[in-house]
């Protein structure tokens, strides 16, 4: 019996060990990555490696099928994970379980200025897109605000390079290590969104080395960044997707940057450019963006047949597209095929919590004249809600990082949840839908309506809360367009002003990835800067007002008076937004706070200002 059972173990052994023999480095997930990409390479043919380095869906890449090599599905980013679309259009797919939690903006996160809240929003994020089977989240984004009319600043983190590095690495390093890689946006200088496809953009070494390029540094330095995304505008002339100077000369070989370089969506323009200037997957080609929608034939982009052309004919050589290729599978074992890959989770109570909490430490009270907050409402029996945002659904619009959520707590339903019948609602402006590079045209009769409504009730209040700011409409906070003015739209600055001559109990709430005017400041007793909330919106908002919360943020962006404060206006249009495709940095090295501190420039709220409730002696 003893030598049957000796028998059995020794042939299931032998047996089990065949099997493990037969399974190639490359399929072997205890194999280090390196000697798996090696290996794979070494199995793959001419056609193979070229198919990897481009779209085969407008969110995919395509794997070896041969060799069993999985794909990459990639999403925006950076704020939650994106509607599923259509395989081959812009087009919603309907699906009905894909409604996910949409976190605060990433100003909001940068104005936290706590790092382990980064980690925590990383870890929660991506525990969404694991789930989601997405491998590559297209975000964060660490883009510097130069100029505060940026229609994309809300996906970024503020004007500093310090801060934005530090509170980006935390956030990659935590969506990495489930296993989902980071596609750091919009590499480089793509500071503006006017002529984003093709204004070049002229800065100096210094300021390109000091203020630009840190925090993309200290992402693929500090945080071991797996994925990046060239950006649309060109420097030096050549579009930043296949910038060799950029790509291969400081990335790859100056910061040692191993991972893979992803185009934007349409970035791409040139087969001989991508060759030999760095990029190393072609996504989006064919369509300009977002706008039309063309039938793509994948096989004909920059990088598909055109290149294996040139390889072909001996012009470009095979070392370029190992190195390609070696870049994507590394990128394909560090995620798709990552053994230790996080399964996930979709809107989970912890995600929520999350949500709240990076809310919470965001917000920032900019002004709190008299101790009016946090809100005693036993003072007051009738509180008059007034502005649009108190019932937006602000996940929507915006571009890229729209999001379709499961749940949201509208500022409106928040504070109906704490205050109760006392509140009343007047929405006082209407900004139309949330709708991309246009704006919808609204009926002046409909407004005067609406503006009129307010008033009215303003003088049966004895409390106002305004709830408005900026918005994820285009010409607002919203991808390929900048705001037109840094003045707040839809008449809110004068519909401000006749509240505060009814009621001296006022507080301005304001929503906006970035800095606007705030000419109304001396009228209004209170303002809190919410930058954007996500799914929780009305429940975080309803624990600063009610001081359930201490607001702690801290601006990640400074506040000028007026948008002629600002450096990049000072040298006409060449400054901003260019002429002739060309964009000067004048001010150079002097961008944000930098500017203001040393010309003696007076902001109306500095670089890292914000209040709280507790008052200090010293
Ligand atoms: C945006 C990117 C985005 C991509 C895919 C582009 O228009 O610039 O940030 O990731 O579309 O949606």
């Not at 990128?331 to 399964?343: D, G, L, S, V």
């Not at 996930?344 to 990076?358: F, M």
């Not at 006082?428 to 409504?453: I, M």
């Not at 990049?568 to 501190?597: A, L, N, S, T």
Request: with cysteine; proline share 4%; aromatic share 10%.
């Amino acid at each position: 019996m003893r030598r049957l059972l000796l028998l059995f173990i020794t042939a299931t052994t032998t047996l089990h060990v065949a099997a493990q023999a037969q399974v190639p480095t490359y399929l072997n997930p205890k194999a280090p990555i390196e000697e798996r990409v090696k290996d794979a390479l070494n199995r793959m043919t001419l056609h193979e490696k070229v198919k990897i380095l481009h779209a085969q869906s407008k969110f995919t890449s395509a794997g070896v099928p041969r060799l069993g090599i999985h794909q990459l599905n990639m999403s925006d980013g950076p704020h939650g994970v994106r509607e599923e679309i259509e395989w081959n259009s812009w087009n919603a797919a309907h699906w009905t379980n894909d409604s996910c939690v949409a976190f605060p903006s990433l100003t909001c996160l940068a104005a936290t200025w706590n790092r382990s809240l980064a980690a925590t929003y990383g870890n929660a994020v991506s525990e969404e897109f694991a789930y989601r089977g997405k491998d590559i989240m297209l975000g964060p984004g660490t883009t510097i605000a130069r100029m505060p009319l940026n229609g994309r600043s809300f996906e970024y983190m503020g004007e500093d390079p310090y801060l934005a590095g530090e509170m980006a690495v935390p956030y990659i390093k935590s969506v990495q290590a489930n296993g989902v890689a980071c596609c750091l946006k919009h590499f480089a200088l793509n500071n503006q969104e006017t002529d984003r496809m093709s204004i070049n953009i002229n800065v100096s070494e210094r300021a390109l080395r000091e203020i630009y390029l840190p925090a993309f540094e200290k992402c693929v330095k500090e945080a071991g960044l797996w994925t990046i995304m060239g950006s649309y505008n060109r420097w030096l002339n050549i579009h930043c997707c296949h910038n060799d100077s950029l790509l291969n000369g400081i990335l790859k070989r100056e910061w040692g940057f191993d991972g893979a370089v992803i185009s934007d969506w349409g970035g791409t323009h040139d087969t001989w450019q991508s060759a030999t200037g760095g990029l190393d997957i072609e996504m989006g080609t064919g369509t300009d963006g977002k706008t039309s929608d063309k039938s793509l034939g994948y096989d004909t982009y920059y990088m598909a047949n055109p290149l294996e052309t040139l390889v072909r004919e001996g012009k470009i050589s095979m070392d370029i597209i190992n190195d390609k290729a070696a870049r994507v599978l590394r990128t394909i074992f560090r995620t798709a095929m990552n053994p230790n890959k996080a399964i996930g989770s979709l809107c989970s109570e912890t995600h929520y919590e999350a949500c709240q909490k990076i809310g919470e430490e965001g917000i920032v009270l900019l002004r709190n004249n008299g101790g009016l907050l946090p809100l005693d409402a036993r003072k007051y029996n009738r509180i008059l809600v007034v502005g649009d945002n108190a019932v937006r659904n602000m996940s929507e619009g915006g571009g890229s990082s729209e999001l379709k959520t499961r749940h949201d707590i509208s500022p409106l339903d928040g504070l109906r949840a704490i205050y109760g019948d006392k509140i009343e609602f007047a929405r006082g402006y209407y900004a139309g839908r949330a709708l991309y590079a246009k704006a919808e045209k609204l009926d002046p009769d409909s407004l005067q309506k609406l503006h009129d409504e307010a008033i009215k009730k303003a003088k049966e209040s004895d409390l106002i809360i305004f709830i408005g700011g900026l918005n994820k409409n285009g010409y607002e906070d919203c991808e390929n367009t900048d705001r037109k003015s840094y003045n707040l739209s839809y008449g809110q600055n004068e519909l401000i002003n006749d509240l505060a001559k009814i009621q001296k109990n006022m507080i301005v709430v304001t929503f906006g990835g970035n800095a606007f005017a705030t000419p109304w400041i001396n009228n209004v007793k209170a303002l809190l800067h919410c930058w954007y909330l996500g799914s929780t919106s009305g429940q975080t908002l309803a624990a600063v007002l009610s001081g359930d919360v201490n607001p702690s943020g801290k601006l990640p962006v400074t506040f000028a008076k007026e948008q002629q404060d600002y450096p990049c206006f000072k040298y006409g249009e060449e400054g901003y937004p260019g002429k002739d495709g060309q964009v000067h940095y004048k001010e150079g090295i002097y961008v944000g706070y930098r500017w203001f501190d040393t010309k003696g420039v007076k902001p109306q709220f500095p670089f890292g200002f914000g209040l709280s409730y507790t008052t200090f002696k010293y």
